[in-house]
């Protein structure tokens, strides 16, 4: 009854807004510029949304940095649901983890838990994970920087911070008078109203909104599996005079889950026995949950002070809070393990709250002499506050994993009370940072471009102790034709994260650089309509540090623990080839090793790097005949081999909260590579009604998102299906 009631308020919402609204026959000019949205966005326009994480008014072309932009266009023919379904589209960026479906964390370029921002602003700050869950409704495009951001993003404190970032740009009004009415059903019991509402308030066109909402409501594969969720996301834009406009949005998500722990490996971590569970068995208990409620606010504006000069402000605040009561599983014998676990039942919380201030003074094909100069200057200010409240575990029973598993819970386990842990259950940490920037784009001639950065950054740790850091970035831009950039760039990002530790052998660890050389080729062809670029890059960093321990046990101190060196090629082609032809494909190859190192073993990669990865998308349209409305896509994605741990030689984290983490001297096992096919079929009419429908890893391909040493290894799904319907108004 719910979902019949849930579906109703969407459907009848739109059709009563719609109702209010005198309505057109036609679409405005605007209108039609807008359904002309290539899968990288607009043409020949900046991809909303990207002067956040660039801080510059240049289209991706003409940036020094890999970037990489996925329109709303390609979340609806692909039916995206994750950052994951949109993101594999990039060469070169594939999910590190899933955490039993809690969580979206990434990886680009050998970089685990790139920071993945909403509208500028991470949600999740931890520095292992920076991934968080999103509602694709809501979503205007995926913007990804590939390698260091640092001249933008200031200090990089979290694992994949050198590793790029990933910006969620939300929906906001376009000025237009328009509803899209939608609902999608699927494998496993999904179902999934839509409504994407947008008007214009006043004859003049100054002020208009937008609302977007989801409700979602599926099974799994596996038993006992469930999901529930309500988004929402209401914006306004006001342009009170035409040099002026202010833009203010909110973006919630109420999200319940069932944690999924996956499969186990049923041996140490340097055999690969991976247990092929039978698709309905889950190891966990049926009462789990994880509950997760993320809220996110934006002002932006932005003010015309010339043709040439504009000012630029934007706040951003997040609030990110999980309650996550789950099944962990332990090998009974860690030395040998086998078929049998320890099952306890688990609580974890957490509460990220965030904030952003940016001020930017941005000027734009300004000239000095001979030299054209598109340039920014701003500051911005950050504050990170989280607060972890850990719990003990509760013992609950053993298993034999490839017996039948009883799912409910005991009798005697309370799942609602659990007792801290005796030492700092709850901690807080709070970290304001003060950046101060400056970028300028030189433009000598038609063929010459030079780009110069430099950033200073202020970090004010909860500790009372103050860091800064000074990060540079520049490159030179040749054009030997209009259309194509041939470039060459060096930027850094510091990790003051560790820099306080004291080392073993005196003194403190200091702060970890990583060093960035880039070059590539960016082209536009067919009148914009297709991009090729080409990014070679060869990144390094130093002064890494590894805790100390004396029998598995923490000592406090540090030793440092040597360099690892990334090397690689990224090849993306995105656009249309012909007409009705759209393609999206790319190939990825990263060769990471740690080097100098008496911690790690020379030469070996970081957890979970595949050297390769490419992915590849078609998509054919028919605009006449019989067949008009009619369009046929499919895409098949490779994700390589992987380590599932760090190759050790002188410690182990296993006795410091892994679970499954090799010992010294393992060589961890790399997890299966694996290839899946998808494939899309849609048909529009003209009268705005339309359908897909989404064929998903149509061969049945068996692979895994893990995270193995924190006990996950969680399994893509298998062959599944979904139908959407949508009405346009």
Known sequence: MNKYITTSFFVLGGLMVNAQTKKTDTLSSKDKEIEQVELFGERKKQPEGLEVITRLPLKTRDQIQSISVISYKVIEDLGGLTVTDVAKNIPGVTQFGSYGGTRESMSIRGYRGVPVLKNGVQLDSDFRTAGMLTDMQGVESIQVIKGSAAVTQGIGDGLGSAGGVINVVTKVPKFINQTNVGFRYGSWDFYRPTLDFQRVLDSKGRVAVRFNGAYQNSNSFRRFINTERIYVNPSIAIRPDDKTEIVMEMDYMHNNTTPDRGTVNLAKGDVEAIYNMPG????????DNAKTETFNFSTTVSRKLTDKLKLRAAFISSSYQSEIIGAALAPVDRNNPNQYRNRTLTRSDREDLNKVFQFDFIGADVMTGFMKH?????FDWKESNVTTTSYKSKNVDRINVLEDINNALPGNIDAKNFDLIDKNPIINTKTPTVGLMAQDVITFNRYIKAHLGIRYSRLNGSDKETSYAWNPSF?????????????????????????NNVLASGGTVGASTTKQWE??????WLNERLRFN????????????????????????????????????EVELIGKILPNLQVMTGWAYVDAQYKDSPSFVNGSAPINTPKHSANAWLNYRFNQGILEGLDVGAGIYYVGKRPVDDYKQTYSNAANGHVNGTLPGEKPFKMPDYTTVDAQLGYALKNGFGVRVFFNNIFDRVGYSSY???????????????????YKF
């Open 280 to 287: 309905r068995k889950f190891l966990g208990f049926s009462s």
């Open 534 to 569: 080409v990014t070679l890059f060869d990144i390094k960093t130093d002064n890494l540090s590894y805790e100390v321990l004396t029998n598995g046990n923490s000592t406090g101190t540090y030793a440092l623990a040597g360099n690892l060196k990334r090397r690689g090629v």
């Open 374 to 378: 598109t340039f920014q200057v701003g």
């Open 519 to 524: 070059a590539g080729i960016k082209s536009d």
């Open 475 to 499: 490159g030179i831009m040749l054009s030997p034709i209009e259309n194509v950039n041939v470039f060459g760039s060096y930027t850094s990002t510091t990790s003051l994260r560790s820099s």
């Open 708 to 726: 193995f040493r924190g006990g996950y290894i969680d399994q893509i799904q298998p062959r599944n299906f979904a139908v959407q319907l949508n």
